[in-house]
Nanobody, 114 residues
Framework: QVQLVESGGGLVQDGGSLRLSCAAS???????MGWYRQAPGKQRELVAY???????NYADSVKGRFTISRDNAKNTVYLQMNSLKPEDTANYYC?????????WGQGTQVTVSS
């Protein structure tokens, strides 16, 4: 079982940047990793995804602004968020996917003020 801890959230102004980190309790080698977000009253949605081999996918709403990366040696996944908008405000969750199992972190709040 993998435990995930997100960090790096906070309050930022429109157009600002944040870098989220997701630290795993063990090796993430072989895991597909994702960042998801959930805004109040909305369903959780996939923001960015990185496969075990490093292939990436992004939600259309964040393409060109967010970058997901991973450092397997540090058991950590990152989400660099630039040009943040008020509509990016949400609780951001890290998830690890492996052989049909899903592991979730507790989330970190991102608030973008206009």
């Amino acid at each position: 079982q993998v435990q995930l801890v997100e960090s790096g959230g906070g309050l930022v102004q429109d157009g600002g940047s944040l870098r989220l980190s997701c630290a795993a309790s063990g090796s993430i080698f072989g895991f597909n990793m994702g960042w998801y977000r959930q805004a109040p009253g909305k369903q959780r949605e996939l923001v960015a995804y990185i496969s075990s081999s490093g292939n990436t996918n992004y939600a259309d709403s964040v393409k060109g602004r967010f970058t997901i990366s991973r450092d397997n040696a540090k058991n950590t996944v990152y989400l660099q968020m630039n040009s943040l908008k008020p509509e990016d405000t949400a609780n951001y969750y890290c998830a690890a996917h492996y052989l049909g199992y899903d592991y979730w972190g507790q989330g970190t709040q991102v608030t973008v003020s206009s």
